[in-house]
């Protein structure tokens, strides 16, 4: 057996996780050598064994397990990591798959461009192509972190060079945003980005109910992922621009994400809401002006965490975030910066050709 070009690893904690499709995804639809590490997490490796199937004895199949009693996948993707020697790792959610020939696509990619890290295009069963990272009209290659709007991309899902981000890991212990800090670090350690465009994508399938990432959790448990990103070094030595970037897409995202999971609920109370206002404050602080980037309805969303607005009022602004068409919707309260790059309408607008999948994009 040839040694891995790249090493592909695959965190499992369930036993009603499909894994054979996942392996298979890999293994039968990829020209380049890969090795794939299933990491049996919490869970006897020999259901997981069982659960591969005609894999289980693969010879490119490699089977480790994980028993640290922890509800998060950071653990058994660092062992994954740890054991890596190809020159290129990537990550894949049990229940999930590739398309054929995205590992070979990627590998192509990061040969003509010497990218430290090649963003997979991400295709989301019953939704389509993801709109994120909204990158620039026909940018492919020589990414930039701010003007491509990397942040947006929140899991590293493509191809990963152990030459630069070989010692990078996940932040282990956190129930949700693991990923947060490892992802925006690649981001803006200063390495070639590419992003395959119009390759074969990372399938995400919606099959298992029991995803970490959907349960309801604590205020401080959603945003203990702050303190990998706004405490880092490396984020303090940022412009304020850069800086800016990375926080106006925590507030649109993981904010309003955070508000649209309680409202309505027994969690949203006055306690929630003001754990969520220091998280918003937070924020802003270490961007200072990044909240003059949202739209004008989000500026209210935002006002309403702490204003005494009803659950019910609550909600039905959050539903007027969603109505493109009306300018409330697309352009902050400041004109003058109306098509500034992290601004609305030209974050939406970009967002709207990713998804488009077309050879001149």
């Not at 009209?137 to 191809?159: E, H």
């Not at 897409?249 to 969690?267: N, P």
Request: glycine share 8%.
């Amino acid at each position: 057996m040839k040694p891995p070009a790249v090493d592909v690893i695959i965190a499992v904690h369930s036993a009603t996780r499909p894994i054979a499709r996942a392996v298979s995804s890999v293994l039968a639809h990829t020209a380049a050598d890969v090795r794939v590490t299933v990491v049996a997490h919490n869970i006897d490796p020999e259901v997981i064994r069982a659960n591969l199937g005609e894999w289980a004895g693969h010879p490119s199949v490699r089977l480790l397990a994980l028993a640290d009693g922890i509800n998060s996948p950071a653990g058994p993707l660092n062992l994954g990591l740890a054991q890596s020697t190809a020159p290129f790792t990537t990550i894949m959610g049990s229940d999930d798959e590739f398309e054929p020939e995205a590992i070979d696509s990627w590998l192509k990619m990061q040969r003509k461009t010497d990218a430290g890290f090649i963003i997979a295009r991400v295709y989301d069963e019953g939704r389509g192509n993801t709109a994120a990272p909204p990158v620039r009209l026909f940018r492919k290659r020589n990414l930039d972190p701010v003007k491509d709007r990397l942040s947006y991309r929140s899991a590293p899902l493509g191809l990963i060079s152990r030459t630069h981000f070989g010692d990078l890991r996940f932040t282990e212990g956190m129930a949700s945003g693991e990923d947060l800090g490892f992802v925006t670090t690649i981001w803006f350690a200063g390495h070639p980005l590419a992003f395959d465009r119009n390759g074969p994508a990372y399938y995400g399938h919606l099959d298992e109910p029991d995803r970490v990432s959907f349960t309801p959790r604590p205020i401080a448990s959603d945003f203990a992922f702050l303190d990998e990103i706004l405490d880092q070094e490396w984020f303090e030595q940022l412009t304020l621009g850069p800086r800016r970037a990375i926080c106006v897409k925590i507030l649109r995202t993981s904010v309003f994400d955070a508000m649209l999971a309680r409202i309505g609920k027994a969690t949203w109370t006055l306690g929630e809401r003001a754990e969520l206002g220091a998280a918003v404050g937070r924020i802003i602080g270490a961007a200072p002006g990044a909240e003059f980037l949202l739209s004008r309805i989000d500026r209210t969303v935002l006002e309403s965490i702490v204003a005494g607005t009803t659950n019910e009022q609550s909600l039905l602004l959050m539903q007027q975030r969603w109505n493109y068409r009306s300018l409330q919707a697309v352009v902050p309260r400041n004109l003058l910066l109306a098509l500034h790059r992290q601004g609305p309408f030209r974050t939406l607008l970009a967002s709207i050709f990713v998804t488009r999948r077309a050879s001149w994009l």
